[in-house]
């Protein structure tokens, strides 16, 4: 895979990036992961992830201004989540449960810090938890007296400044008040500090700064000239952090945190020797391009406390964290069974499938992952940035069935019914009889011959009545299976196949009735001209005797992922339905529908996977379903889901189509061998008997069901029975008489556990492996 390609698919994934209220905080507070961890009543777990990021949770729980709250986004539905009443509940509740530990550095650098506000003591706590020592000089009588001095006892207890000034005391913070740097009465001159530590900061706030003149460089104002970005002064090894420096704007106690924070980086990378600029993160930016759907939930007002004065109770502050959300996109994970698989979303599904596919020796442990995607494209609809996993996923099994990495038993029984398909035991192109030309091409496909064999000779008689010029008809595939598992050189092969046919029938326009066929011929064989069966019959007619009776009442229509964007498909299938006279019902839509498992051979690498999505469609409604793909129809079938094919309505063939079972792996080889027999013995003469089965089996209903379900063929048994009762290589179980015989087929060891009678042979069961075992020098 190309790494700038991956790079570009993880870019796209918006769901890493920061809910609003995370964005909006100057310290990132993690607001949604306190709130859910608040909702599921773990405090303890909630007061970790506040002090993980805020150096002192008592104080800013009482005072920070909190724009988390304008930018929440359950503003939209019910009001913001009361997060800075939340966070005062936190501490209240379980501010002993802060835990911290300094690190400690072998070779702690000194940085001695003038001022003890919140931006001053801010730097402090961060310096000191990586290592360095820290003395902070002050020269009021006690620290944050700005605190103390300009906010109520009401609003911001003194016990709290007290704990939080206790918790910073306790790591190793040494801070000296009553220390004016002028030098005066035994105080320090900011050359003393400048001379006997590794790096100065000068945390005095936004007012002038002339007492420093003589050693920094001053703005017009008077105020510390500093960088915005590093808060850097003109003297290496000073550092300012002066909030709003160069203006009078209000005191914010949450931005002086910010300052002091942003001050501590560059102090520490200054001590590493580092880049006080390179790979920093921007802590101005206040915009996130996370997308939250808002309309998927429902109005919700926030909760009120009993005591307002004394704010949330435990159970208010969980029922008003419950109100989060949380912010999420995952659009695509709420649609897409193969993802919610896997517990994972796009950009952490990208890394996996990138470094599955890097590895070089070992174990590749994503295989199945990759191969269990079913490329519908409706992840890439939903997707804000049109993200398709689907590309993802066939890059990747390209890149690793080209390099041999890809285990061939995900595929095998798909290309090998991909091979049945295209043998010459069942395909065949033919002119109309008694035409020498054709001026169009009949391509039903390989799947609607393999469920509704009848209603496609039906079908081609019909065209050849309405259609002039001459119809011709072919039987073959297009190449999908190849196409979806990965196989290059096999698709290409294909369709230079249908090309190759296409030229000798005198370039006709084609006329195809699976979905899939379109979109893969009108994609990759663009000089084709192909039109779908359904806009074909739209535009000629319908047979007479068409009727409503047999829907049974509503419908609900299920369009193929395939056909996701054939807007003329999805409206001639509708003109359809409404001329015959059946009432329609939409599920999801065209554009949001969803894959039956069948897509991408996703229901042959992962079975589970496979059932999750044709049973998620089931769900969505109790009425029957109409289908356009064979597939589709006869996978809502198999499941238990009455449904029927347009074509069952067109060209009725049973009395309840919505009941016609699903045939079988089996039975759709069987059909299409036998469709293929008939109508070339039918319609063009040629001696063509109907398929003998070597000899006769007897399975049970759950026998049948069980050998389907392993993707083994009844035929490759039947075959094995024969060989074995012919050559002896038999095992019998003296305690039941029952006879084992294994055969190998292709790449599948079948083995079946079996018991002769009169009327055949009743197969007991049968289990077998997809395995090719190479042995190298």
């Known amino acids: 895979m190309d790494g700038d390609q991956v790079k570009a698919w993880e870019a796209l994934c918006i769901e890493e990036q920061a809910p609003a209220c995370a964005a909006a905080c100057p310290l990132r507070v993690d607001a949604r992961g306190m709130a859910e961890k608040m909702a599921s009543g773990d ?41 800075g009443a939340l966070e005062r509940a936190l501490v209240e509740e379980a501010y002993p449960a802060v835990r911290r530990t300094a690190q400690r550095a072998r070779k702690p650098k000194t940085i001695a810090i003038i001022g003890a506000g919140l931006a001053g003591l801010t730097a402090a706590f961060d310096l000191v938890m990586k290592g360095h020592a ?25 016990s709290a400044i007290d704990a939080d000034l206790g918790a910073l005391a306790s790591l190793g913070v040494d801070i000296r008040c009553r220390q004016r740097v002028t030098g005066g009465a035994g105080s320090p001159t900011l050359e003393d500090l400048i001379a006997g530590h590794d790096a100065v900061l000068l945390a005095i706030g936004p007012g002038p700064a002339i007492q420093f003149a003589g050693s920094l460089r001053l703005t017009s104002t008077s105020r510390l000239d500093l960088d915005p970005m590093t808060l850097a002064t003109s003297r290496p090894g000073v550092f300012g952090s002066c909030l709003h420096a160069g203006d009078d704007e209000v005191y914010s106690a949450i931005f002086s945190v910010r300052d002091g924070r942003r001050a501590a980086v560059s102090i520490d990378r200054f001590l590493q020797g580092a880049s006080l600029t390179a790979s920093r993160a921007d802590d101005n930016a206040t915009g996130t391009c996370l997308y939250v759907n808002t309309t998927n939930h429902s109005v919700v007002p926030p909760v009120q406390p009993t005591d307002s004065a004394a704010g949330y ?4 502050a969980m029922s008003e964290a419950a109100r989060c959300f949380p912010c999420h996109c995952l659009e695509c994970v709420k649609a897409c069974p193969y993802l919610a698989h896997y517990k994972t979303y796009p950009k952490r599904a990208v890394r996996e499938i990138y470094n599955n596919d890097s590895i070089v020796m070992g174990n590749r442990k994503s295989n ?6 079913a490329l519908c494209g409706l992840c890439e609809t939903l997707c804000p940035n049109d993200l398709a996993m689907g590309d993802v996923c066939l ?10 990495h890809m285990p061939a038993s995900h595929h095998d029984f798909a290309l090998r019914d991909m091979a049945f398909s295209r043998s010459d035991e069942v395909a065949f192109v033919r002119h109309q009889p008694g035409h020498d030309k054709s001026a169009v091409l009949f391509f039903p496909g390989c799947q609607l011959p393999a469920s509704a064999p009848r209603q496609v000779e039906a079908v081609y008689r ?17 190449g999908a299976p190849a196409y979806w598992s990965g196989r290059k050189g096999l698709h290409q092969e294909v369709l230079d196949r249908i090309h190759a046919a296409w030229e000798e029938q005198g370039r006709p326009r084609l006329v195809t009735a699976c979905s899939t066929c379109l979109k893969e011929i009108s994609e990759f064989l663009p000089d084709i001209p192909v039109s779908s069966l359904w806009t074909e019959l739209a535009a000629i007619g319908l047979p007479e005797g068409t009727s409503p009776d047999l829907a049974g009442g509503p419908l609900a229509i299920h369009d193929p992922c395939t056909s996701r964007h054939a807007h003329e498909v999805q409206a001639a299938v509708r003109s359809i339905a409404a001329s015959i006279g059946v009432e329609v019902r939409e599920l999801t839509g065209a554009e949001k529908t969803t894959c039956c498992g069948y897509g991408g051979l996703a229901a042959f690498a992962n079975p589970e996977v496979g059932n999750a999505f044709v049973d998620r469609r089931i769900e969505e409604s109790p009425d029957d379903y109409l289908a356009y793909c064979a597939m589709c129809r006869d996978n809502f079938a198999r499941r238990g889901k009455r449904a029927l094919h347009l074509i069952d309505l067109i060209f009725p063939d049973v009395d309840d189509p919505a009941a016609r079972p699903d045939p079988g792996f089996s039975g759709r080889r069987d059909n299409r061998l036998r469709l293929s027999r008939r109508m070339r013995r039918e319609l063009w003469g040629e001696s063509m008997g109907d398929p003998v089965p070597p000899v006769t089996l007897i399975l049970a209903d759950a026998v049948r069901a069980d050998i389907e379900r392993k993707l083994l063929l009844i035929d490759d048994i039947a075959e094995i029975i024969a060989e074995a009762q012919q050559s002896g290589r038999i095992l019998k179980d003296r305690t039941n008489g029952h006879l084992t015989a294994s055969g190998r087929i292709g790449t599948v060891t079948t083995w079946v556990e079996y018991e002769p009678t009169d009327a055949g042979f009743v197969v007991h069961r049968a289990y077998g492996h997809r395995m090719q075992v190479e042995v190298k020098p």
């Open 462 to 478: 019909h065209l050849c009545e309405r259609l002039p010029g001459g119809v011709g008809f072919m039987l073959d595939c297009c």
């Open 395 to 404: 890059d990747a099994r390209q890149s690793m069935v080209e390099r041999g």
């Open 134 to 158: 820290v003395t902070v000089f002050e020269a009021e009588v006690r620290p944050l007296e700005r605190l103390h001095h300009d906010i109520d006892a009401t609003v911001l207890p003194p």
């Open 368 to 373: 199945r992952m990759i191969d269990s995607c």
């Open 43 to 83: 405090f303890a777990g909630a007061i970790a992830l506040y002090s993980r990021v805020v150096p002192f949770p008592a104080i800013i729980a009482h005072i920070c201004e909190h724009p988390c709250e304008t930018a929440c986004r359950r503003a939209e539905a019910g009001g913001a989540v009361r997060i």
């Open 313 to 316: 109770s435990r159970e208010e």
